[in-house]
Structure formats: C-alpha cells, structure tokens
C-alpha cells in the first residue's frame, strides 16, 4: 500500500484480556515506531524497531506490553493482562531513516479497555 | 517522557491572520520536526530543521530554531480554516534513535 496501515481500526475489550495490534508499514522502510496517544496529549513514545531488532524499548510502560517485527516489515504490539489505564490510541509510524527521520503515521488503533 | 512542550496550548485567528507557536525542548538534539494533526488524517510531517540550521521555509510555513535557548517556532502566514488542527514538535536527541513529541497546541483558524 502507498501508506502505513492499522488493523483494527478500533478494539474494545474488557478489562484482564490480551490483544494484539497490527501495523504494516511503508515498503523500505527499515525504521519502524509504537506510540499511544491519549486525549489532549501528544504521542508517548513506546517502542524502535530497526530492522527486526527492537532498538530501543524504553518507552514500554510494563512487562505486560511486548512488540515483534519477525521479519522486519509487519509489526505487532502484545498487551496483556489489559487494565483501563490502557485506552488510547495506538500508533504505528515508519521511516526510511534510523536516527530521527521523517515519519510516516498510520491513522491508529482505538483501544479501549471497559 | 516528553521532552517538547508547545506553547501557546490553544490559539484561535481569523482566516488571513498568521499564526505562531513555540516549542522548547530539554536536551541537545539532531533535528527537531513539526507535526500536524486533524481528525480526518492523523498525524502529518510538516517541516524537520536540523541543528545546524537556523531558519527554514516550505510554502506557507516557517520554521526557526535557536538552540542556545534550545527553543523552536512555527510561523503559519495567510491562515486557512483547514489549518485547524494540533500542531506538535518532536525531537530527535543527539545519537537518540526516536523522536520525542511535545504537547502539543491546538490552533482554530475562524472563517
């Protein structure tokens, strides 16, 4: 596709239960970041794949957040256990470049954790 | 951690006027970025100025950057109402791998 891409647009589930997030990102691009973003708040970082290696993980908040990118294109980012503090909105953006490049935004996944 | 905070959060012109934010950051950085976003399409790259730049334009937009005062503004001229929308900073720290978004200021350009 021409652009970073999210499924599912929007996930409710209940309070203990695990989801996965899926972001598919530009084609080349090697760079790829989580962010969630609540509302009135700018986007917390979370997570940097470069490659198929998770660069820096600093920005997971807990054991219960984990992301993958196997083969270093798709990616997905695991929440256990979920708690409502977990509702926002999650985002995937791409790069071309490592090092503070441009990004590239899908248009996220709502979650929301009754 | 966020390490941008925007300044105004909330600003509100008419059609025509200029627009202008700030942005000041914490840490030495490599670039620092201007990010747009609305409701219809998410977040969008404005501008990325890098640390030795001083000043840089793309159409109606201007971006400059201080880094004694380690500080950053957005000018929009001849405003739109479809330049409603969030406007964020984001750096990217000297040998950092991410990018770090302020808060962000919320701009509402009447007709």
């Known amino acids: 596709g021409a652009g970073v891409s999210q499924t599912p647009s929007n996930k409710v589930t209940e309070k203990g239960k695990y989801v996965e997030l899926r972001c598919d990102p530009i084609?080349?691009?090697?760079?790829l970041y989580w962010y969630r973003q609540s509302l009135g708040q700018g986007p917390e970082f979370l997570i940097y794949?470069?490659?198929?290696?998770?660069?820096?993980d600093s920005g997971l908040p807990n054991d219960r957040f984990f992301a993958v990118r196997p083969e270093g294109s798709v990616s997905t980012l695991k929440i256990q256990r979920t708690e409502r503090g977990d509702s926002a909105v999650y985002l995937c953006?791409?790069?071309?470049?490592?090092?503070?490049?441009?990004?590239?935004f899908g248009p996220g996944t709502r979650l929301t954790v009754l | 951690s966020q390490q941008g905070e925007e300044d105004p959060q909330a600003l509100s012109i008419q059609e025509g006027e200029n627009a202008t934010m700030n942005c000041s950051y914490k840490?030495?950085?490599?670039?620092l970025q201007w990010y747009r976003q609305n409701s219809g399409r998410g977040l969008v790259h404005l501008i990325l100025?890098?640390?030795?730049?001083r000043e840089k334009h793309s159409g109606r937009l201007r971006v400059t950057l201080d880094t004694s005062k380690k500080s950053s503004s957005l000018l929009i001229t001849a405003s739109r109402a479809a330049d409603t929308a969030s406007y964020f900073c984001a750096t990217a720290g000297s040998g950092a791998n991410n990018l770090f978004f302020g808060t962000g200021t919320r701009l509402t350009v009447i007709p």
């Open positions: 953006a791409s790069s071309l470049e490592a090092r503070g490049g441009e990004l590239f």
């Open positions: 084609s080349g691009h090697t760079a």
């Open positions: 794949f470069q490659g198929t290696g998770a660069a820096d």
């Open positions: 840490t030495s950085i490599n670039n």
């Open positions: 100025i890098r640390s030795n730049e």
